[in-house]
């Protein structure tokens, strides 16, 4: 096989988030999951973190966590398996914005990719505004370099908005 019959391997980081019926089990049982996606290794996972709802909903604490993955996958097809998994958990996609979820899986990062579409917007747009992301993915990725915003490391972090604290 030549090389450039090969697929590529490219990697992903993806957003977990978590607040009902068991999230820190739901996430736990999320990371193996997204190991379990085809064409794709599962390559580090962060500590899981409880943090204070986002978006104005009442509603409970959620935790928080995010994976770094290596992927043969186009980020749409990678995109359609993380929400397989959260239908498979019992996600309703018709639920309130920013509202409850037993599992949200985000595609935050795919390789290079800038990539908007209707349904697909890559690098995620939220992940400079919301420090329930940003920790997780800089403890698995500090040097990771985010298209458009720049290294990881360089973004600030408003550790108080929502609250945050990492549970193990």
Known sequence: MTRSSRE???PAYVGLGSNLSGPASQLRDAFELLADIPRTRLIARSSLYRSAPFGGVEQPDFVNAAASL????????LLDELQKIETQRGRERDAVRWGPRVLDLDLLVHG?????ETELIVPHPGIAERNFV???????????????LGRIATVAVNRDEPQIARME
């Open 134 to 148: 940003l920790l997780p993915l800089m403890e698995i990725a500090p040097e990771l370099v985010i298209p458009g």
């Open 112 to 116: 290079d990719e800038q990539i908007e």
């Open 8 to 10: 590529h391997w490219r």
């Open 70 to 77: 290596l992927t043969q996958l186009t980020a749409r097809q």
